[in-house]
């Protein structure tokens, strides 16, 4: 009987996996608020002519029922992390990462904060409201405008505090943060003047009291040191005399407006030569009519 004789030239080619668009694609958004860094990692579901959220016209229930755990996007939980410590309505967020889940309901939605990051779907076979850090409570919004793909996006953005919206399909949620960042600039002063202050450190200093409408007694001071050891500059100068308008003295403001306005004129410095003349001409005015 004969013998069939199999001859291999090369091993046996396996399968591969091909990788294929998502139905829910991947999204990171990271947003500053002061010296503070808040990263939302999640996916971004799209409206595809489906209900959203609470019940469909025929009784169904839609996408997101009410009342129902929601993962606040799709696939794997959504990740929050901030990289100092935050608050969220009242309550504290300490440095981390936390997942984001919400229980809407028509009226108002609960957002969670939860300790647990490691869960994929929607949650509701593994949430367990013992590792939530917290939870507040948010009413959703009507926006005159369809948003097919679920986004969390950032606004009303300043040195302390951000809103994080979620919008999708014609609803609309609102969370605000709120970040200590004076404290944590009162700290970085601190440190910096204790070490080896140059001017730049001093006028840095006094610069962001200045911005801030805090502190102005303390803001001259290190202008006056900045000075001292940097010399003339029309940058320091200006900065001074708005310092100087704030405390009300406005005739010291005028002296060194019109140090700047020199100091800038030689330099070309155009912008600063207008907003020296403009507030020269406004604080003479404010003393005439004294």
Do not use: C
């Amino acid at each position: 009987m004969p013998i069939l004789s199999l001859i291999f030239f090369g091993p046996l080619k396996s399968h591969s996996q091909i990788s294929h668009p998502k139905a829910s694609p991947f999204s990171v958004i990271e947003q500053e608020v002061g010296l503070s860094k808040i990263t939302i990692a999640y996916s971004r579901p799209a409206v595809r002519g489906r209900h959203i959220f609470g019940t469909q016209p025929d009784g169904q229930p839609g996408l997101v029922p009410y009342g129902r755990i929601w993962r606040v996007g799709a696939n794997e939980s959504t990740k929050i992390t901030v990289d100092t410590d935050m608050q969220v309505l009242g309550n504290d967020l300490p440095k981390g990462t936390y997942a984001l889940y919400a229980f809407p309901e028509e009226k108002e939605w609960q957002i969670v904060f939860h300790t647990n990051t490691s869960h994929w779907g929607d949650g509701r076979n593994n949430y367990n409201a013992d590792e939530d850090l917290f939870r507040v409570v948010v009413k959703p919004q009507a926006i005159p405008y369809h948003q097919e793909n679920f986004l969390i996006a950032f606004d009303s953005i300043d040195h302390s505090s951000a809103q994080m919206n979620l919008l999708w399909a014609n609803t609309k949620v609102t969370v605000p943060f709120a970040v200590d960042t004076h404290a944590q600039m009162e700290a970085e002063i601190a440190k910096q003047l204790k070490e080896n202050p140059t001017a730049q450190t001093y006028y840095e200093a006094a610069r962001y009291l200045q911005e801030q409408g805090r502190d102005f007694g303390r803001a001259l001071e290190y202008l006056n040191k900045a000075i001292a050891i940097g010399g003339d500059t029309y940058y320091f100068h200006r900065v001074k005399s708005l310092v100087e308008a704030a405390l009300g003295d406005y005739r010291a403001a005028i002296t060194s407006a019109e140090k700047s306005l020199k100091l800038a004129a030689a330099q070309e410095k155009d912008e600063f030569v207008r907003m020296n003349r403009k507030n020269i001409k406004k604080w003479r005015a404010m003393l005439s009519e004294n």
